[in-house]
């Protein structure tokens, strides 16, 4: 069975562009969350969702936006970047709603210049 | 609020001798307790978890963890490394089995190399 994919594995952008990251579940797990990793850091929580809706949010700005299709599948969009926002990008997917058990994509690699 | 710390940000060893990875955690409540690890370009892979049931966990690949409340503590061991071990292991701490996502603290990260 395919693991949690992610697109695009690596991505360079300039500061105040916009991005867009995706996200595909494994078949039959209906929550989807976004991790920031920076370098020599623990990921950090940005957001869930579960059935389309979003069920939790970490501190991150409102430059920070995500949704969730029916398919399941995901989006993280960042707007204006800045060079902070270079990180790995994890999103990870789970049966339920709870943080029992996730299964992590291999990360989208953002470097904002 | 919970909160974890990995007391090492880089840990050393031979292959064939035992692996130590020391954890710490703070948490107001009953916690659950994590142990991933990452292999370059790889996503976070899930070793092994403590739910308040045996405080000794066994994982994949020969490691195991021993949950000790009284010193706060899930230090993660294998006897003996193997090569394949090298990767970053981050220790995880929960409010409990049934937690929203924004209550999992992750740690730092451990670095482990296994020299030949």
């Known amino acids: 069975d395919a693991g949690v994919t992610q697109s695009p594995t690596h991505l360079i952008k300039t500061r105040g562009q916009h991005v867009t990251l995706r996200c595909s579940p494994i078949?039959?797990?209906?929550?989807v969350s976004w991790y920031q990793q920076v370098l020599g850091q623990g990921p950090q929580f940005i957001f869930q969702?579960?059935?389309?809706?979003?069920?939790g949010r970490g501190n991150f700005p409102d430059r920070f936006s995500a949704r969730q299709f029916p398919n399941y599948s995901s989006e993280l969009n960042v707007n204006a970047l800045l060079l902070g926002d270079s990180a790995l990008y994890l999103c990870?997917?789970?049966?339920?709603?709870?943080?029992?058990?996730?299964?992590f994509g291999p990360g989208t690699r953002l470097t904002v210049t | 609020a919970q909160s974890v710390t990995q007391l090492d940000s880089h840990v050393s060893v031979s292959e064939g001798t035992p692996v130590l990875l020391r954890c710490n955690y703070s948490?107001?409540?009953?916690?659950?307790l994590f142990w991933y690890v990452q292999h370059p370009n790889k996503g976070l892979q899930l070793l092994l978890k403590?739910?308040?049931?045996?405080?000794l966990v066994k994982g994949i690949n020969g490691f195991e963890a021993e949950f000790k409340k009284s010193e706060t503590s899930f230090h993660l061991t294998k006897p003996s490394a193997h090569m394949s071990d090298a990767a970053e292991y981050f220790c995880?701490?929960?409010?409990?089995?049934?937690?929203?996502?924004?209550?999992?603290?992750f740690g730092p990260g451990t670095s482990l190399s296994v020299i030949p």
């Open positions: 990870a997917s789970s049966l339920g709603t709870e943080a029992y058990e996730q299964y």
């Open positions: 403590y739910t308040s049931a045996a405080t």
């Open positions: 995880v701490v929960s409010d409990g089995e049934k937690t929203s996502y924004d209550k999992v603290i």
């Open positions: 969702y579960y059935e389309k809706e979003e069920r």
């Open positions: 948490s107001s409540y009953s916690p659950s």
């Open positions: 078949s039959g797990h209906k929550s």
